[in-house]
C-alpha cells in the first residue's frame, strides 16, 4: 500500500479502501463494506497465542480493521479520513481452527467522530469477542 496522499485520493475516489500491510499479513479478508456494515474474517492459523487459542490482540486487529474501514468511507463524504482514538474488547470464548468472522455496525456516524460494534463470531457462529471502536475524522494529511 502507497502512503503518498495523492495515491490515497486517487484510492478514495475509486472506491478502494486501503486496509494495510498488518491485515494484509494477518489475512483478513474483507466480504462486505459500507458506511452501515462491513464485514470480514480472518484465519486462526497465524494469528495463535503459544497454546494455540486466536490471539486476543488479533481480535482487536480485526475489529479495528473493519470499524475503520467503514468510518473511513462515511469519513469520504466529507473529505476526512478515518484514525481510531479508542478500542475495547472483551473476549467470550476462544478459537483455535478455521476462521472467525467480524461484523461491525455503527453506533454513531457524525462529521468529527464515528463509533461502531463490532461482533467476532467462530464458524459455528458462537461469538469469541466483542469489540467498541471510536475514529476521529480529520482532514486528509497534507490538504
Given at each position: 500500500?502507497?502512503?503518498?496522499?495523492?495515491?490515497?485520493?486517487?484510492?478514495?475516489?475509486?472506491?478502494?479502501?486501503?486496509?494495510?500491510?498488518?491485515?494484509?499479513?494477518?489475512?483478513?479478508?474483507l466480504?462486505?463494506?459500507?458506511?452501515?456494515?462491513?464485514?470480514?474474517?480472518?484465519?486462526?492459523?497465524g494469528?495463535?497465542?503459544?497454546?494455540?487459542?486466536?490471539?486476543?490482540?488479533?481480535?482487536?486487529?480485526?475489529?479495528?480493521?473493519?470499524?475503520?474501514?467503514?468510518?473511513?468511507?462515511?469519513?469520504?463524504?466529507?473529505?476526512?479520513?478515518?484514525?481510531?482514538?479508542?478500542?475495547?474488547?472483551?473476549?467470550?470464548?476462544?478459537?483455535?481452527?478455521g476462521?472467525?468472522?467480524?461484523?461491525?455496525?455503527?453506533?454513531?456516524?457524525?462529521?468529527?467522530?464515528?463509533?461502531?460494534?463490532?461482533?467476532?463470531?467462530?464458524?459455528?457462529?458462537?461469538?469469541?469477542?466483542?469489540?467498541?471502536?471510536?475514529?476521529?475524522?480529520?482532514?486528509?494529511?497534507?490538504?
Open positions: 500500500m502507497s502512503t503518498d496522499i495523492e495515491s490515497l485520493r486517487t484510492q478514495f475516489d475509486q472506491g478502494t479502501i486501503p486496509m494495510g500491510a498488518l491485515a494484509e499479513r494477518m489475512g483478513i479478508e466480504t462486505e463494506a459500507s458506511a452501515e456494515r462491513v464485514v470480514g474474517r480472518m484465519p486462526v492459523e494469528n495463535q497465542q503459544p497454546f494455540g487459542l486466536l490471539h486476543g490482540g488479533a481480535s482487536a486487529v480485526l475489529a479495528e480493521s473493519l470499524g475503520s474501514v467503514g468510518s473511513t468511507i462515511h469519513a469520504a463524504q466529507f473529505g476526512r479520513v478515518a484514525v481510531g482514538i479508542e478500542i475495547n474488547a472483551t473476549h467470550h470464548r476462544a478459537a483455535s481452527e476462521h472467525v468472522t467480524g461484523v461491525a455496525t455503527p453506533v454513531h456516524l457524525g462529521r468529527t467522530l464515528a463509533t461502531w460494534d463490532i461482533t467476532i463470531t467462530d464458524d459455528q457462529g458462537k461469538k469469541v469477542c466483542t469489540s467498541r471502536l471510536t475514529c476521529m475524522l480529520r482532514e486528509m494529511p497534507g490538504s
